[in-house]
Structures are given as C-alpha cells and as structure tokens.
C-alpha cells in the first residue's frame, strides 16, 4: 500500500520576514490559492487517503498544521521535539507506517515544493510504486531536467537507461553536491544530470535496513520511541530518544551508499521555492522586471520584488534588483544579489534576543 510521508520541519529562513518560527514558508500562501503544505496535501489526492498520509513536523507546528489540513486524522501528524535533519525524520516515519502495513511502499517528499500538473506529478508517482513493487530493494527518486547552471540544487547523474513506456527512467550513476558556477556549467552542457528534487519512493522495509546498516544507533533510538507509541510513555520517550540522536541527512546517511536506485525523468513542472527570487520565476515579472505581491506604486523601480498585502502600500523609488517585503512587525529592503545573507539576519536577531521578530 502506498504511504505518503511529508516532511515540514523547516524553518524557511530564507523567507524572513514572512517566514517566522510559527509560521515557516510551509504554512504560508505564497504562491498559489493555498498554503505550501495545503498545496501539497491536495496533489495527494486520490492517490493516498487521509490516514494513509503521514506529516513529520516539529512539534510547535502541529496545531497549526492540524488547522490548515482538518481532514487528516490526529496521529497523521507527529511533532519531533528538536531539529534533527531528515534521516531520523524518514526512519521514523517508517518505523510508524510498517506496525499497520509491513510491505509499505513510502512517497517522501517536502512540504513546501511547487508541481504542477497534478496529474503528471501522480503519473511519475504510479511510474516509481510499480518500479518499487517490482524491484522491491530499489529506490526511485526524481530528477528535474535542469534549465540553466544552477547552483543551489544537488545534482543526479544518470547512468544506463530502464526501459519504460512511461516517463524515461535511468540507473543512478551518483549524487553530487551543490557545485560551483563551473560545474554546474558542465553538468548543463553533458545533458546527462538532474537536479536532485528530494522526492523519493520506495519500500518502508528496505530504507529500515539501510539504516540498521548504516544508522544503528539512531535506528535503536527511533525503535524505543515506537515501541511506546500509542501509550502513556509516548511523549516522554519521543522526547527523551529523538534528542540523543545526533541529526544527519538522509542524503549523508543513505543515498551516498545505495547501489540500486533509479531516478525518473520527472514529466512535470518542479520548483523548490527557495527564496524571494523564487517568486519572480513563478509568478512572472512585469515590463520594468518586478515581481509584485501586494499594493504598490514603483517610480524607476526594475528588477525588484515587492510583497505586501493589500491594506498596506509600499512605494519605491528608483530601486533595482532589490527585494521588499513587509510584514506587521519587521521590513527587509535587500539587494536581490544578497538574498543568501537573509540567513545571517535570522541569526543576528537570535543573537539579540529579538524573539518577537523570529
């Protein structure tokens, strides 16, 4: 049986001052009629039930997400207590699916990507579960044709090409790290990397074994804790043993080791929402370059991306590649070109004890 897990623990700093530890970008509209994780839920639909859907959040969040998502049943969304990266977040969540349904196949995926169309998104979806069906040890993951040298992503390089009537499939050949200008250049021109989309399929059981092989001592930790599920010790061994986890990715803790995955071709259009810059390729510009979310009057103003609300104008004056967002308590105005810097502001307010703007 198919299983989503949906992961959204992040902070989405890089979204400050929208972004705020209560409401990460996750639980945002920013693009869209909806919230990211709104967004997300529904592109599931028809494909997985409510309680067949599992999101892993931190625990501040859980309220929250339960108000945006009210068809999901409570135990559909675990709180982690602390930050701990992705890999004890995946083998949770396994752990949590196999004690119902032990031959598990899992779809895991972020809270806070852009797809679309739905219906090719569930296509490549169908394409990996029959995959992982067949092949019961593989992993599927998806890879986005890259467009231009990015980069901010992680790149796949494909290897021999599966056979398939459907979406082109291809034998991982190896992960790469984000790369410098250079090699990104490179991995464009070769034709034969994909951006790493952190979307994978595969077997509950199979990414267990991968980390009692190579995560024992977290896997005995997330053990103890669903041993305890759905009991009076739940909160208190939750607590207690994902904190003496030391965090790792389940790129680092996985990925980098596995010798049977695919990656599919992904047939539709992917977007991972990364920062303000984000907008201007999803929502378009105007004839001066600018993005524009909100009220605004602009005089000599390209290149920029404004975002307000609607009871609230920004006016701008002979601005060019900047970024303006306004909130009810904070304001960046930002050279577009510094965008990265936005983490170091989160970091400098934490440091202040400014927690009213965090």
Not at 162 to 186: D, G, H, I, L
Not at 318 to 334: E, Q
Request: hydrophobic share 40%.
């Amino acid at each position: 049986m198919l299983h989503a897990v949906i992961m959204a623990g992040g902070s989405g700093t890089r979204f400050w001052p929208a972004s705020r530890a209560a409401t990460p970008k996750q639980l945002l509209q920013l693009v869209g009629d909806a919230t990211m994780i709104r967004q997300t839920v529904d592109r599931l639909e028809g494909l997985v039930t409510p309680e067949q859907t599992l999101i892993v959040t931190n625990e501040r969040l859980v309220d929250t997400i339960q108000k945006q998502l009210p068809e999901l049943p409570p135990t559909s969304i675990v709180g982690e207590p602390c930050k701990r990266d992705t890999a004890p977040c995946i083998g949770l969540a396994a752990l949590l699916v196999s004690r119902d349904d032990p031959d598990a196949t899992m779809a895991v995926m972020p809270a806070d990507h852009v797809i679309s169309p739905t219906a090719k998104f569930q296509a490549a979806i169908m394409q990996a579960a029959d995959m992982v069906d067949r092949a019961p040890g593989q992993i599927v993951t998806f890879g986005i044709k890259p467009t231009y040298p990015a980069e901010i992503f992680g790149y796949i390089q494909r290897g021999e090409p599966f056979e398939s009537s459907s979406a082109p499939a291809y034998k991982v050949k190896q992960f790469r790290e984000k790369p410098n200008a250079a090699t990104a250049a490179e991995y464009l021109d070769s034709g034969d990397y994909y951006w790493n989309s952190g979307i994978f399929i595969w077997k509950a059981k199979t990414i267990l074994e991968a980390l009692a092989k190579r995560q024992a001592k977290m896997l005995g930790h997330l053990e103890k804790i669903v041993t305890d599920w759905g009991t009076e010790k739940q909160a208190e061994t939750l607590t207690t043993e994902f904190t003496a986890i030391e965090g790792i990715s389940i790129d680092y803790a996985v990925m980098e080791h596995a010798t049977d995955v695919a990656v599919i071709e992904a047939p539709y259009n992917w977007d991972d929402l990364g920062g303000w810059q984000s907008l201007a390729r999803l929502q378009g510009t105007d004839d001066d370059g600018n993005t524009i979310v909100g009220k605004h009057l602009g005089f000599n103003t390209t290149g920029t991306i404004v975002r307000s609300d609607d009871e609230h104008l920004v006016v701008t004056l002979g601005l060019k590649d900047c970024i303006v967002v306004h909130t009810n308590n904070a304001t960046l105005v930002a050279n577009k070109n510094d965008e990265e810097s936005i983490r170091k502001v989160v970091k400098e307010l934490e440091g202040r004890g400014w927690a009213e703007y965090l």
